[in-house]
């Protein structure tokens, strides 16, 4: 009897502080993989990370994120050790500053970009263009080349093979409808939307001249183009640790379903979840 009490006891305690498996292995509800530390931007890095934290709790991980303003420190408390991992920066930033500092930072996977999009001015479709219309770009070399890569693949115009991500206005090889490109700063090209007859801008900027990228653009950049595989924002870990298990977790989460609907039905379009 004795010993019938002992295992009804145990069996109750059991199932208070947990589960057991169809094999009789005690798994702990409250089961502790281990802490996350992220380092990250606000905007909209952090957003999707704490979307993420309740998920990985489930998962038995306590993701702790820390917003930093800057784009310096991010990477140094991963490269210092302080913190497991970064999401705020494109891959060609995390190259620039591993030649610049000696670093040794890697990329960990892919979660979304930012997409560059045509925007109406006085015109509201491509088939509208004319002979010697005129469309604003950004002046900055980066966001100068991704405008006119979409250009491009829209059919605008046609780049000398292998402009690719470096293209200016003097890479142009065809132009058969004599479009004009007005390059100007990049805050400054909305503001001639009446002007011209479109605008190439990127989602943030697109938001604040009022245009919704989801139902105002008239193409913009997908997953699988030149710009958006490039310009992918990354987690980003210290070489060696691309397949921790607290990392693998969070990328997973990051790209789960859950996650892409969530990104889908809060940025309008200005972000776009990266599908590899």
Same mark, same amino acid.
């Given at each position: 009897?004795? $010993?019938?009490?002992?295992?009804?006891?145990? @069996?109750? =305690?059991a199932l208070a502080i947990g589960a057991i498996t169809a094999n009789g292995v005690l798994v702990s509800a409250d089961a502790e993989k281990g802490t996350i530390k992220v380092a990250?931007? &606000?905007?909209p890095h952090a957003e999707i990370l704490e979307e993420a934290k309740p998920i990985l709790e489930k998962e038995g991980w306590d993701l702790e994120v820390t917003v930093f303003d800057d784009y310096i420190m991010p990477n140094e408390v991963v490269e210092s050790g302080d913190m497991d991992a970064n999401y705020f #920066?494109? @891959?060609?930033?995390? +190259?620039?500053?591993?030649?610049?500092?000696?670093? *040794?930072?890697?990329? &960990?996977?892919?979660? *979304?970009? +930012?997409?560059?999009?045509?925007?109406?001015?006085?015109?509201?479709?491509?088939? +509208?263009? +004319?002979?010697?219309?005129?469309? &604003?770009?950004? $002046?900055?070399?980066? $966001?100068?080349?991704? =405008?006119? @890569?979409? @250009? #491009?693949?829209?059919?605008?115009?046609t780049l000398k093979d292998g402009a690719g991500l470096e293209a200016t206005v003097k890479d142009i090889e065809e132009n058969p409808k004599n479009i004009k490109i007005e390059e100007l700063e990049a805050a400054q090209v909305s503001r001639v939307k009446d002007e011209v007859a479109f605008v190439v801008l990127n989602g943030n900027y697109a938001l604040q001249a009022g245009y919704s990228v989801s139902k105002d653009s008239i193409a913009h950049e997908t997953s699988d183009s030149e710009a958006a595989k490039t310009y992918v924002n990354v987690i980003v870990v210290k070489e060696g640790n691309e397949n921790n298990e607290g990392v693998k977790a969070l990328v997973d989460v990051l790209k789960s379903d859950g996650i892409k609907d969530y990104i889908n039905s809060t940025y309008d379009g200005a972000v776009i979840p990266f599908e590899e």
């Amino acid at each position: 009897m004795k $010993n019938t009490k002992i295992i009804t006891v145990s @069996l109750a =305690a059991a199932l208070a502080i947990g589960a057991i498996t169809a094999n009789g292995v005690l798994v702990s509800a409250d089961a502790e993989k281990g802490t996350i530390k992220v380092a990250a931007s &606000a905007t909209p890095h952090a957003e999707i990370l704490e979307e993420a934290k309740p998920i990985l709790e489930k998962e038995g991980w306590d993701l702790e994120v820390t917003v930093f303003d800057d784009y310096i420190m991010p990477n140094e408390v991963v490269e210092s050790g302080d913190m497991d991992a970064n999401y705020f #920066q494109h @891959l060609p930033y995390l +190259e620039q500053y591993n030649e610049e500092k000696g670093s *040794h930072l890697v990329n &960990a996977g892919g979660i *979304h970009y +930012e997409p560059f999009g045509i925007y109406p001015g006085t015109k509201k479709s491509l088939d +509208e263009l +004319e002979d010697g219309d005129t469309i &604003a770009v950004p $002046n900055d070399t980066t $966001n100068e080349a991704r =405008a006119l @890569l979409l @250009l #491009q693949d829209n059919g605008v115009i046609t780049l000398k093979d292998g402009a690719g991500l470096e293209a200016t206005v003097k890479d142009i090889e065809e132009n058969p409808k004599n479009i004009k490109i007005e390059e100007l700063e990049a805050a400054q090209v909305s503001r001639v939307k009446d002007e011209v007859a479109f605008v190439v801008l990127n989602g943030n900027y697109a938001l604040q001249a009022g245009y919704s990228v989801s139902k105002d653009s008239i193409a913009h950049e997908t997953s699988d183009s030149e710009a958006a595989k490039t310009y992918v924002n990354v987690i980003v870990v210290k070489e060696g640790n691309e397949n921790n298990e607290g990392v693998k977790a969070l990328v997973d989460v990051l790209k789960s379903d859950g996650i892409k609907d969530y990104i889908n039905s809060t940025y309008d379009g200005a972000v776009i979840p990266f599908e590899e």
